[in-house]
């Protein structure tokens, strides 16, 4: 039998700086690609695409184990 654990957690951002959909994605992109690489975690944009001061991002996770994916 195979056992896999998987998490998935949505954040809602709010932006206050952002006066274009442009500068909303220049201060996204770093989070996003941050939290790929440091967490090997499946991370995407979810929500919100359109609007210049808000961001939904969600992140997932599949691991073999229970502790490795509360380690990320």
């Known amino acids: 039998m ?3 654990h998987a998490a998935a957690m ?3 951002l709010h932006i ?4 274009s959909l442009k500068a909303k994605r ?3 992109r ?6 790929r690489h440091r967490f090997r975690v499946s991370v995407a944009e ?8 808000r961001s ?3 992140v997932a996770v599949v691991a073999e184990s229970d502790g490795h994916s509360e380690r990320c």
């Open 2 to 4: 195979v056992v896999m």
């Open 10 to 12: 949505r954040f809602d």
């Open 16 to 19: 206050p700086h952002s006066r």
């Open 26 to 28: 220049a201060a996204i």
């Open 30 to 35: 770093p989070i996003v690609d941050g939290l």
């Open 46 to 53: 979810v929500d919100h695409q359109d609007q210049w001061q």
């Open 56 to 58: 939904a991002i969600a």
